[in-house]
């Protein structure tokens, strides 16, 4: 081997290869015939078994009110299998296989008589893992979280201390506000330490959001960039080319700021500004990803109204489609003041980013499906081309695509061939796709077999989900008592209303229009 082979030779590090694979374990899925379990957990779970990546022994529990047999629950997911799977055809040979684990228990949350029952089954997997290591999947309203915990830990089934291990995972909404989600977080410890709850934000699942950390601290070019030296300001897209279509009623109770700001755009913030951790341990990265929250500046009411734009859609066209008003959407109230759309500015107050703007925002039937990061750095002083290529000379940017065309983008100036002297802006690509295939695991299976090992790096920890709400409060606290005035409503398939462009250019900023799927 030559000098040159060692050099092209790809160090590849991997991180997954020493850790541990999950112990046997049973899985209890509470709301086991709502969505969630059909769309993204049964799938996942089937894909992680494909991949030979499920305990040696392993039992899915569903627990539901309704009468079922394991039988019709098992068909009744096949053919949701159908529709949800990311791999297509369904391998009937391994849906079998798998199939034969799971089992169903039929029961009401409120009755503790059930969960005796659900005690018995877990029992009859024998004495040993399947009956003691335990997932409590919580696929249910967040108001039933403490009975639930309760009943289990009455049931015998949830210990905190002990030799086998029981975890606790939960969906979001993680309360309404910081008062809320202290309380459920007070109720789920009163049964369980905390690194016994495991609580789901599904964006740090993708493959492009745990990819933050690996580009950021393994490529010392981007690294020492990364500070307000030389980036001039920060946009975070994430838009949906989607109505709220027929979940008309949570969407009344959240609006975009808690359904999509408190959590994903938060952490995507999060893992994009935090200081690098000491080790890529779980709680070495969450304590980082809190600090930086604490430093994100607290707007006051009279700053909600400058630097916080909502918005609401109305009636309009969406890719050739035409779209109903939210006021029009089912269980919506006809004169709902719901915002469907939110920009914001922000500051973080600490020594690495003082200064910098972040500009954040997402919505509802907006031109595309597109979440993004863009990193704008400072320009160059444009002392050598101004006479011939005018004053504004394009300043470079980063992009990180993280859905859909999944990749990063380098944009640059360069010489336009030719005898005269002309500059623009081109770009260097890196597609996931061309370099690693067509290999995208769901957020699911990667959060499902995290919750299974027991690593709570990818889950959100109490302080942070606590954290994050004191962002949004501040925020729905300078709106309180304050109607959508008519500035505020945008038309469906436009990017929201005019005020989240003045936002930005009042700095002399301008959004940039994503990559997405239009
Ligand atoms: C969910 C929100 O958490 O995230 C939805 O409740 C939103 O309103 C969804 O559509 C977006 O997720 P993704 O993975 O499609 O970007």
Same mark, same amino acid.
């Not at 092209?8 to 086991?32: D, Q, T, W, Y």
């Not at 009943?151 to 210990?159: E, Q």
């Not at 009279?302 to 008003?325: I, K, N």
């Given at each position: 081997?030559?000098?040159?082979?060692?050099?092209?030779?790809?160090?590849?590090?991997?991180?997954?290869?020493?850790?541990?694979?999950?112990?046997?374990?049973?899985?209890?899925?509470?709301?086991?015939?709502?969505?969630?379990?059909?769309?993204?957990?049964?799938?996942?779970?089937?894909?992680?078994?494909?991949?030979?990546?499920?305990?040696?022994? @392993?039992?899915?529990?569903?627990?539901?009110?309704?009468?079922?047999?394991?039988?019709?629950?098992?068909?009744? +997911?096949?053919?949701?299998?159908?529709? =949800?799977?990311?791999?297509?055809?369904?391998?009937?040979?391994?849906?079998? #296989?798998?199939?034969?684990?799971?089992?169903?228990?039929?029961?009401?949350?409120?009755?503790?008589?059930?969960?005796?029952?659900?005690?018995?089954?877990?029992?009859?997997?024998?004495?040993?893992?399947?009956?003691?290591?335990?997932?409590?999947?919580?696929?249910?309203?967040?108001?039933?979280?403490?009975?639930?915990?309760?009943?289990?830990?009455?049931?015998?089934?949830?210990?905190?201390?002990?030799?086998?291990?029981?975890?606790?995972?939960?969906?979001?909404?993680?309360?309404?506000?910081?008062?809320?989600?202290?309380?459920?977080?007070?109720?789920?410890?009163? =049964?369980?330490?905390?690194?016994?709850? @495991?609580?789901?934000?599904?964006?740090?699942?993708?493959?492009?959001?745990?990819? /933050?950390?690996?580009?950021?601290?393994? $490529?010392?070019?981007?690294?020492?960039?990364?500070?307000?030296?030389?980036?001039? %300001?920060?946009?975070?897209?994430?838009?949906?080319?989607?109505?709220?279509?027929?979940?008309?009623?949570?969407?009344?109770?959240?609006?975009?700021?808690?359904?999509?700001?408190?959590?994903?755009? +938060?952490?995507?913030?999060?893992? /994009?500004?935090?200081?690098?951790?000491?080790?890529?341990?779980?709680?070495?990265?969450?304590?980082?990803?809190?600090?930086?929250?604490?430093?994100?500046?607290?707007?006051?009411?009279? #700053?909600?109204?400058?630097?916080?734009?909502?918005?609401?859609?109305?009636?309009?066209?969406?890719?050739?489609?035409?779209?109903?008003?939210?006021?029009?959407?089912?269980?919506?109230?006809?004169?709902? %003041?719901?915002?469907?759309?939110?920009?914001?500015?922000?500051?973080?107050?600490?020594?690495?980013?003082?200064?910098?703007? =972040?500009?954040?925002?997402?919505?509802? $039937?907006?031109?595309?499906?597109?979440?993004?990061?863009?990193?704008?750095?400072?320009?160059?002083? $444009?002392?050598?081309?101004?006479?011939?290529?005018?004053?504004?000379?394009?300043?470079?940017?980063?992009?990180?695509?993280?859905?859909? $065309?999944?990749?990063?983008?380098?944009?640059?100036?360069?010489?336009?061939?030719?005898?005269?002297?002309?500059?623009?802006?081109?770009?260097?690509?890196?597609?996931?796709?061309?370099? @690693?295939?067509?290999?995208?695991?769901?957020?699911?299976?990667?959060?499902?077999?995290?919750?299974?090992?027991?690593?709570?790096?990818? =889950?959100?920890?109490?302080?942070?989900?606590?954290?994050?709400?004191?962002?949004?409060?501040?925020?729905?606290?300078?709106?309180?008592?304050?109607?959508?005035?008519? &500035?505020?409503?945008?038309?469906?398939?436009?990017?929201?209303?005019?005020?989240? #462009?003045?936002? +930005?250019?009042?700095?002399?900023?301008?959004?940039?229009?994503?990559?997405? &799927?239009?």
């Amino acid at each position: 081997m030559t000098d040159l082979d060692l050099v092209n030779e790809p160090m590849i590090c991997r991180l997954g290869e020493s850790r541990k694979p999950a112990e046997p374990c049973s899985i209890v899925i509470f709301g086991a015939s709502g969505d969630l379990t059909a769309r993204k957990l049964i799938p996942a779970l089937y894909h992680l078994f494909k991949e030979k990546q499920m305990p040696v022994a @392993f039992r899915v529990v569903g627990f539901a009110r309704r009468e079922k047999t394991d039988e019709s629950w098992r068909q009744e +997911l096949r053919i949701a299998l159908d529709q =949800f799977s990311r791999t297509k055809p369904v391998d009937e040979t391994v849906w079998r #296989e798998f199939a034969a684990n799971l089992v169903y228990c039929q029961g009401d949350l409120t009755d503790a008589g059930a969960y005796q029952k659900l005690e018995c089954l877990l029992t009859g997997f024998g004495s040993g893992p399947l009956r003691e290591n335990l997932l409590f999947y919580l696929a249910i309203s967040p108001s039933q979280f403490g009975e639930v915990v309760e009943h289990v830990h009455r049931a015998g089934l949830l210990n905190k201390d002990g030799a086998a291990w029981q975890r606790i995972v939960v969906e979001k909404p993680f309360g309404h506000d910081l008062n809320s989600a202290h309380a459920l977080n007070n109720e789920l410890t009163r =049964f369980a330490h905390e690194r016994q709850v @495991f609580r789901i934000d599904h964006y740090l699942g993708k493959e492009t959001v745990q990819n /933050i950390l690996m580009f950021r601290f393994s $490529n010392s070019i981007f690294e020492r960039l990364w500070n307000r030296e030389s980036v001039d %300001h920060v946009q975070i897209t994430v838009s949906e080319k989607l109505g709220v279509g027929g979940r008309g009623g949570y969407y009344e109770e959240a609006g975009a700021l808690r359904d999509m700001v408190q959590n994903h755009m +938060l952490q995507v913030l999060a893992l /994009i500004t935090m200081e690098p951790p000491v080790s890529l341990e779980a709680e070495a990265i969450r304590d980082e990803k809190v600090k930086l929250l604490k430093s994100i500046r607290p707007l006051r009411s009279d #700053e909600v109204l400058r630097q916080v734009v909502r918005g609401q859609y109305f009636a309009g066209m969406v890719g050739g489609e035409s779209r109903p008003g939210y006021r029009q959407e089912i269980k919506v109230r006809p004169d709902s %003041h719901v915002e469907t759309f939110v920009a914001l500015k922000l500051f973080i107050d600490n020594w690495r980013w003082s200064g910098v703007p =972040f500009y954040l925002r997402t919505g509802k $039937n907006l031109p595309m499906s597109a979440s993004e990061v863009r990193i704008q750095f400072r320009s160059t002083p $444009n002392v050598l081309f101004a006479a011939q290529c005018g004053e504004r000379l394009d300043s470079n940017a980063l992009t990180l695509r993280l859905q859909p $065309n999944e990749g990063i983008s380098l944009r640059f100036n360069g010489k336009v061939p030719g005898t005269s002297l002309a500059v623009r802006p081109v770009r260097m690509h890196f597609s996931y796709d061309s370099e @690693f295939g067509a290999y995208t695991p769901e957020a699911y299976e990667r959060l499902l077999l995290e919750a299974m090992v027991g690593d709570a790096t990818l =889950f959100i920890r109490r302080d942070e989900v606590e954290t994050a709400w004191q962002i949004v409060d501040s925020i729905r606290a300078g709106w309180e008592g304050k109607a959508l005035t008519n &500035r505020e409503f945008y038309a469906a398939g436009t990017w929201g209303p005019i005020a989240a #462009e003045e936002l +930005l250019a009042r700095a002399g900023h301008a959004w940039h229009e994503p990559q997405g &799927r239009k």
